[in-house]
């Protein structure tokens, strides 16, 4: 059964600082990892996905990595800004499944002005 | 591409009463998705569709939880007889088989508050 775990469970910054999200996972036989951002209330918004044959993505101020050997992904956030304060949360497939995702709890992150 | 909608927002029942959520996914998407999540946590896994097939069920989709999703478009969620742990946000996702490699995406929601 995949199990997904973040760490920390919360963050807070000051506005400007570049940071790093932790995601790790149990099984490592996965297709893909994604990451999404969740405002308090919201649905979730896909940041990004790494397919299982990249090591990284990057998206503006986001970069994440993957690494399947060590089941473990980061999400990396550039030059933090008050609007990038939400809840981050890793997800990855279940095993032998490319669609049914396992979450973590989130990252509830603040960045303050 | 107008996103995933999910009608209600918000829906106050009282225990023992049968409530219907309704998910509108992209319209090119083929996949459907029901997940559940709680105050802390993230979001867990009840169902999917491909098409209007459901072919999988979570363990956490009691007797009283139907889901449907008739032509193939959009899909309902039914819950009989609430209980008061029924209480959750009851998230929608859809994506295209094969489409960026599974991307989901999410509705905004339906958050049930069960008396």
């Known amino acids: 059964k995949q199990e997904v775990t973040q760490i920390p469970a919360a963050l807070s910054v000051p506005e400007g600082e570049n940071l790093v999200l932790n995601c790790s996972f149990t099984d490592s036989a996965i297709y893909n990892l994604q990451w999404f951002r969740q405002d308090p209330g919201k649905g979730l918004t896909s940041l990004l996905l790494i397919q299982s044959s990249q090591r990284e993505q990057t998206s503006g101020r986001l970069n994440a990595s993957l690494d399947k050997s060590s089941g473990r992904s980061t999400l990396y956030i550039a030059a933090s800004q008050p609007g990038d304060s939400a809840t981050y949360l890793c997800?990855?497939?279940?095993?032998?499944?490319?669609?049914?995702?396992?979450f973590g709890k989130g990252t509830l992150l603040t960045v303050n002005p | 591409d107008t996103g995933v909608s999910q009608d209600p927002r918000h829906k106050i029942t009282k225990r023992g009463q049968n409530v219907t959520f309704r998910c509108d996914p992209i319209s090119e998407h083929n996949r459907l998705y029901w997940y559940r999540q709680t105050l802390g946590q993230g979001p867990e896994f009840l169902t999917y569709?491909?098409?209007?097939?459901?072919?999988?069920k979570s363990r956490l989709l009691s007797d009283r939880f139907s889901a449907e999703r008739p032509k193939g478009s959009f899909s309902t969620l039914e819950i009989q007889r609430t209980e008061q742990g029924d209480s959750a946000m009851y998230l929608c996702a859809s994506s295209l088989n094969g489409q960026d490699n599974e991307k989901l995406f999410f509705g905004s929601g339906t958050q049930l508050s069960v008396l």
């Open positions: 997800a990855a497939p279940a095993l032998g499944s490319n669609y049914k995702l396992t």
């Open positions: 569709f491909q098409n209007e097939a459901q072919l999988e």
